[in-house]
């Protein structure tokens, strides 16, 4: 049952702060304070640190839409590129063949992940970043932390690769390979922003395009293809490749065989009546 927003007297209130960031924007605070004792100046790292947990703190509640077959945003931010390309080998795709939708994500975006498609979590891996990378400035550059996941629902899989800077406890992941998933859950943190490369099915719709602002767990990116196209459900009414479903001619209409009439059709007798004839005909047995 959906929420009823007029009863709430600010329905725009619907995020908040991670405790132990606030509880890291306060230590960052405290040595700015202890650091200003020794040099004015020294005060403003500490409050320049102090800004950046809090921004890494930042998440919200999102509602995702109750569309089947749905592919929504997995993060906050803004669509870099569409293209045709194969997927990773450590997305484990038995699809290569994809549709790739890179979306950047600035520091200040909220921090959660969300589930792409409904369905369940079949591949993840993690790699470490390096503490010498503090920022993603390029997708791809050495020394990022990625994680590779991949979701499938019904045969139909979904990739998203995650990328940000190797400094720090970036990336926080709080699922595991098995777990069922409902479309928009969140599966993980990833704080001040990076990249993420989102693989879905080359025959997907898609309604995103470059330049587009995305909102994690509500926009939708696409639709996977759902059920069986027309070729499929006509091969399946055939019973194999190529044959013709019973009754249908080559032309494509329906042959009209000549059927008995119901009271010309061969019905097996009643039982009862075959047992009164079979009684009648042991009463006019002679004997010996």
């Known amino acids: 049952m959906t929420e009823d927003l007029e009863r709430k007297t600010t329905p725009w209130l619907t995020g908040?702060?991670?405790?132990?960031?606030?509880?890291?924007?306060?230590?960052?605070?405290?040595?700015?304070?202890?650091?200003?004792?020794?040099?004015?100046?020294?005060?403003?790292?500490?409050?320049?640190?102090?800004?950046?947990?809090?921004?890494?703190?930042?998440?919200?509640?999102?509602?995702?839409?109750?569309?089947?077959?749905?592919?929504?945003?997995?993060?906050?931010?803004?669509?870099?590129?569409?293209?045709?390309?194969?997927?990773?080998?450590e997305m484990r795709m038995t699809d290569l063949a994809t549709t790739r939708i890179r979306i950047s994500s600035s520091p200040a975006a909220t921090n959660r992940l969300y589930a792409p498609i409904a369905g369940s979590l079949e591949s993840l891996i993690t790699e470490d970043g390096e503490h010498s990378v503090p920022f993603a400035m390029r997708p791809d550059a050495d020394g990022l932390a990625v994680s590779y996941l991949l979701f499938e629902s019904r045969a139909q899989q979904v990739g998203v690769r995650i990328a940000t800077g190797g400094l720090g406890p970036r990336q926080e992941l709080e699922a595991e390979t098995?777990?069922?998933?409902?479309?928009?859950?969140?599966?993980?943190?990833?704080?001040?922003?990076?990249?993420?490369?989102?693989?879905?099915?080359?025959?997907?719709?898609?309604?995103?395009?470059?330049?587009?602002?995305?909102?994690?767990?509500?926009?939708?990116l696409g639709r996977l293809k759902s059920g069986m196209d027309e070729e499929d459900a006509f091969e399946s009414m055939s019973g194999e490749a190529g044959e013709l479903p019973l009754g249908v001619t080559d032309d494509g209409e329906v042959e009209e065989d000549d059927y008995p009439e119901p009271d010309e059709a061969d019905t097996p007798d009643d039982p009862a009546v075959m047992l009164a004839r079979l009684k009648e005909a042991t009463k006019n047995k002679p004997e010996d």
């Open 178 to 220: 098995g777990d069922i998933m409902r479309l928009g859950r969140v599966f993980g943190k990833r704080r001040l922003g990076g990249w993420c490369d989102i693989y879905v099915p080359a025959n997907a719709g898609q309604l995103i395009w470059p330049g587009q602002t995305l909102v994690g767990g509500e926009t939708v």
């Open 16 to 89: 908040g702060l991670d405790w132990e960031g606030v509880a890291a924007a306060l230590a960052c605070l405290l040595v700015g304070l202890l650091l200003s004792w020794v040099w004015d100046p020294l005060f403003w790292v500490g409050f320049a640190a102090m800004i950046a947990a809090l921004m890494a703190a930042r998440w919200s509640n999102r509602v995702a839409p109750d569309l089947a077959n749905g592919i929504v945003a997995p993060c906050d931010g803004v669509v870099v590129s569409v293209t045709r390309t194969d997927a990773p080998g």
